[in-house]
Structures are given as C-alpha cells and as structure tokens.
C-alpha cells in the first residue's frame, strides 16, 4: 500500500509533504483513499431510485406518513441556514472542497431516522461544516437520550478546518464526541469502545474500498432495528455489493423530491441508500429501488 501512495503522492508533492509532515501515519492512509478514489471513477453507477422513499421509509419504520417530525425539520433547517448565512458562511453546494452540505433530502431522513428509531448511539463519518452532525444532536437532544461520535480529518487549509462542524455551534457538547483522523484509523477502535451501535452515517470519502470498509464494521456493530445511512452511494458500487454480500435486509435507493423548492437535492448532487438491518428469523421485504 506505501509503495503505491507514494507513487501517487510524487505527482503531488505540495500535498504530500504537508500532510505527511503533521500526521504521517494519517496522510499516508487518506492519500492512498484519494488514489483509489480516483482509479475507481468510471463514471456514475446507475442505480433506480424508488420517488416515494419517505413514505416507503415510515411504513417501514411503522410511522404515519408525513409525520410531525418533518414540519420540526423544516423549522430547523431554515434556523440552521440562516445563522450560517448570518455569519458569513457559504452554504449549499460546493461549498465544501467541492462538496455540498448535508442536502436537505439526506438530512432530513436523517432527522427522522433518529426522532423514530429513538438511537442512544450513533457514528457517522466525514464532518464538513457539520449539518448533518448538528441535525443529528437536535434530535437527540429533542428524545431527551443519546450521543454522536463524528469522525472526520480537516483538511490541510487552515480556513476550510477552521469551518469543520461550524454549523453545531457548540451546541449540546455532553453528546458530541468529534474524533480527529481518518476513518481507517479510528472507527475499529470507536466500535470496539462503543459497542452496539443504533444508527450509522458514511458521508466520508466516497471510494468504494472506503465504503465498504466503513460499512463491513458498522455492519458488525448495528443492532437489528438500526439503521445505516450512505450519502452519494451513485458514485460507486459499494452499495449494492454490500446488499449482495448481506442480503435479506430492507433497504430503500433515494433522491429527494422537495417539499418546498428550497428543500430539494443541491444541484441536483447524487443519491444517498438506507438499509435497515432486519433482526435474523425476520421475513424480510423485497429489497426496492436497487438495480
């Protein structure tokens, strides 16, 4: 693996020497994660996304559809925007290293997710500015019980990791655990201290080596009931070979249709799964939306 990142890090040595001078062991991981990343981009996977996800997503969960959850959402998500605008901040696509925000479809089944399935302990990786990981902590704060632990490296610019879970606002800090590194490095050991986990976010770098790394040990850890969400699974197969390697569990493909015109995907951006891990003697449900 050293011998190959450093292959590629030669054709980037700005890069490489910064990030290899303040944490070795950890640039040389996420650098090696780019280079796959980027070998593995064939074009977008084409998956079939199902138009009625929310409603499949409560009768799943066993919730009337739409919920009162969704009219706290979009209170919230209007507050959260305009506090960032407030202060300067870009918000929405792009905004990020070429990345969008938590888009308001993905966050939203996010936020219903945890006001439902009630989770004491959730992970999710890859932070940004933080708007899924401050949605995340409402909700938890709202059921009164639970705690995130957010894995995620800043990157290198000293502006951009400034901005890194900007949108929490130090907020509810007794159930936010931030944990600095890649998540090679620190989500087999999180698991390991945490245990049992009720719900899972990937929103980190988006290779399918690094996916399914991630979603293999979550997997281990989730109990049945627990969710696992992946944000922009369209950009590679992760998704699907992990439902093929796991199968007989209910999972839904999604692509936001808005509830308001200020509610929809940014730009358009990618789709994002769910898969709900079905307890071992349930007769499990076709498994829709999947190519």
Sequence with gaps: MLVTALRYFSRHPVLAFGAVASHPREAVMRLY?????????RGVCRYEAVPDWEQRLHRLLGIAFPCAAIQEFTALW?????SMRGRGLRVGPETFLGWNDGDPGLVRAIWCLVRHLRPSRVIETGVAHGFTSRFILEAL?????GHLWSIDLPPLDP????EVGVAV??????????IRGTSRQRLPRLIAEVGEIDLFVHDSLHSEHNLRFELDRAWAALRPGGAIVVDDMDVNWGFRSFLERFSGHRSLVCEAEPLSPDLRRFNGKGLFGIIVKDPPASQAEPQPGLC
């Design 33 to 41: 994660d780019v280079y796959l990343d980027r070998r593995e981009r």
């Design 159 to 162: 502006v951009l990791g400034a």
């Design 169 to 178: 606002e130090q907020r509810h800090p007794a159930r936010w655990s931030y």
């Design 78 to 82: 209007h507050d959260v925007v305009g």
């Design 141 to 145: 704060e709202r059921n009164g019980e």
